[in-house]
T-cell receptor, first 112, second 115 residues
Framework: DAGVTQSPTHLIKTRGQQVTLRCSPK?????VSWYQQALGQGPQFIFQ???????QRGNFPDRFSGHQFPNYSSELNVNALLLGDSALYLC???????????FGSGTRLTVV | AQSVAQPEDQVNVAEGNPLTVKCTYS??????LFWYVQYPNRGLQFLLK??????LVKGSYGFEAEFNKSQTSFHLKKPSALVSDSALYFC?????????????FGRGTSLIVHP
C-alpha cells in the first residue's frame, strides 16, 4: 500500500520565481495538509484541502496557494519566492479526525 | 489557541537505559495527542496517539506515552533504548471536537542514544 508520495524530492529556485510541489495522498485518504519545516523547527501548518476546497489555512501569505484534484492529489504553489521560503515542504494525508497523519518524505526547496 | 512545548532540545541516553521525551500541551477542551519520529531528510512517521480511554498508550517500536490531564503532559517513554532510536521526535496536539483539528507540532527533541 503506497503511502504519501511527493515530487520532486529536491528543488533549487531563484528569488522571485514560482514553484509547484505535488502530492499524492495515501490510498483511502481524502484530506491533504501541507506543512513547512524550516531547519531545526517543527512543521508549520500552511493549509488543508478537503473535497477540492481549502478548508483551513495557517499563518502564511497569499503567495502560498494550493489545489486539490478530484483524485485527492494536491499541489502547493509558491509565487515570488523569497530566501526565507527555503525549507522542507511536507504533505500529509488523513482520513478521520482522530487518526495520525501519514506524511510524505517531503520536497527540499532551496531558494538562492 | 493550541500549543505544544517540548522543553528539551536534546536528550542523551545510553543504550539499554529507559528514555523519556517530554511534552506539555495547551488546548481548549479535550485534546488529541500524537507523537511522531523523523529520521534525517525524511518525513515524519506516526508513532502513537491518545484519543480517549487508558492514559497509557502503546505505539510502534516499543514506545509508549502517558497522558496526564492534570499536568497537561504527554511524555514519550521506552523501557530500553536502542541506538537506532536516535532521531528527532515531535509531539503534536489538536482539539478533540469543535474548532480546529489541525495538529500543532512542537519544535522537536533530538534523541541521541549512545552505544
Amino acid at each position: 500500500d503506497a503511502g504519501v508520495t511527493q515530487s520532486p524530492t529536491h528543488l533549487i529556485k531563484t528569488r522571485g520565481q514560482q514553484v509547484t510541489l505535488r502530492c499524492s495522498p495515501k490510498s483511502g485518504h481524502d484530506t491533504v495538509s501541507w506543512y513547512q519545516q524550516a531547519l531545526g523547527q517543527g512543521p508549520q501548518f500552511i493549509f488543508q484541502y478537503y473535497e477540492e476546497e481549502e478548508r483551513q489555512r495557517g499563518n502564511f501569505p497569499d503567495r502560498f496557494s494550493g489545489h486539490q484534484f478530484p483524485n485527492y492529489s494536491s499541489e502547493l504553489n509558491v509565487n515570488a519566492l523569497l530566501l526565507g521560503d527555503s525549507a522542507l515542504y511536507l504533505c500529509a494525508s488523513i482520513r478521520d479526525r482522530g487518526d495520525g497523519y501519514t506524511f510524505g518524505s517531503g520536497t527540499r526547496l532551496t531558494v538562492v | 489557541a493550541q500549543s505544544v512545548a517540548q522543553p528539551e532540545d536534546q536528550v542523551n541516553v545510553a543504550e539499554g537505559n529507559p528514555l523519556t521525551v517530554k511534552c506539555t500541551y495547551s488546548v481548549s477542551g479535550n485534546p488529541y495527542l500524537f507523537w511522531y519520529v523523523q529520521y534525517p531528510n525524511r518525513g515524519l512517521q506516526f508513532l502513537l496517539k491518545y484519543i480517549t480511554g487508558d492514559n497509557l498508550v502503546k505505539g510502534s517500536y516499543g514506545f509508549e506515552a502517558e497522558f496526564n490531564k492534570s499536568q497537561t503532559s504527554f511524555h514519550l517513554k521506552k523501557p530500553s533504548a536502542l541506538v537506532s532510536d536516535s532521531a528527532l521526535y515531535f509531539c503534536a496536539v489538536s482539539e478533540a471536537s469543535g474548532g480546529s483539528y489541525i495538529p500543532t507540532f512542537g519544535r522537536g527533541t533530538s534523541l541521541i542514544v549512545h552505544p
